[in-house]
């Protein structure tokens, strides 16, 4: 039951990414895997001012169901986060996504047993 709903949640944050144009929209099933977070979300944005707009929207659609927001982290336009305790929400501009490639990173963590 647990899953079902954390995978409802993931795929409604998911078309509210696709809704204002998220791209290239990946997600990590992290369960299981001693990190931090149960799912991670990364999102590309097209420029800066789009990525605290996702945020902003993904807070005024949101919040109104229940879901409670414990940290953002705002202080870049080309990297914002979003912390929903069990999902973690990576808003990236396209250049720093490439930069810091933190998808490599959540690869390299699902394939440690």
């Given at each position: 039951m647990a899953e079902?709903?954390?995978?409802?949640?993931?795929n409604r944050i998911i078309t509210l990414l696709?809704?204002?144009k998220g791209?290239?929209?990946?997600?990590?099933?992290?369960?299981?895997?001693?990190y931090i977070v149960d799912k991670v979300i990364?999102?590309?944005?097209?420029?800066g001012k789009?990525?605290?707009?996702?945020l902003d929207y993904l807070k005024s659609?949101?919040?109104?169901?229940?879901?409670i927001f414990y940290a953002t982290e705002e202080e870049s336009e080309d990297w914002v986060i979003a912390d929903l305790g069990d999902i973690?929400?990576?808003?990236?501009?396209?250049?720093?996504?490439?930069?810091?490639?933190?998808?490599?990173?959540?690869?390299?963590?699902?394939?440690k047993k």
């Open positions: 079902l709903q954390i995978q409802q949640r993931v696709e809704d204002k791209e290239d929209i990946e997600v990590f099933d992290l369960r299981g895997k001693d990364i999102v590309s944005a097209m420029i789009h990525s605290f707009a996702l659609e949101l919040k109104p169901q229940g879901e973690m929400i990576h808003i990236f501009t396209p250049n720093h996504r490439k930069k810091f490639n933190l998808e490599e990173f959540l690869h390299s963590f699902l394939s």
